[in-house]
């Protein structure tokens, strides 16, 4: 089940994660959510391949990346993708993974990635062949 496209509030990822904890992808879409709304997600929907999160301002999302550390998201996890214009981007709320640390960004389309289900060749999802790390040699 994929749960794309909709504007969630704290309330309706709290009820998605109680009625559906099976859900594979996800969007997160707005400044109606909080932490704590991403949280019912990361805590109960453990089977979870895609997440998205588009124009969260409001929304750390180097915090929100941390709440994913989790052993079943290790595993199920491939891939997080950030859609936001400067707010995201900016020094005072840079994006980082270190609370996420088997996720990797990848320098040419911006997609992190799981990089522990992709540990012999480093791929990127998005341009299989194509090593992360030598994009720009």
Known sequence: MNFKNFIH???SL???ALLFPSI???SFEGNLLSIAGVQHIAMSCNKLKHIEFYECSN???SNAF????TEDHKEH???IFVHAE???RSSDNAITIDGLPFMALCDRCQLYYNQLKNEKEMLCLYHPGVSFSYLFL
Request: glycine share 0%; aromatic share 4%.
């Open 9 to 11: 509030t704290d309330e």
């Open 14 to 16: 709290r009820l998605t």
């Open 24 to 26: 594979k992808e996800i």
């Open 59 to 61: 929304l750390n999302i």
């Open 66 to 69: 941390a709440l994913f550390n």
């Open 77 to 79: 996890l491939e891939r």
């Open 86 to 88: 400067s707010s995201c």
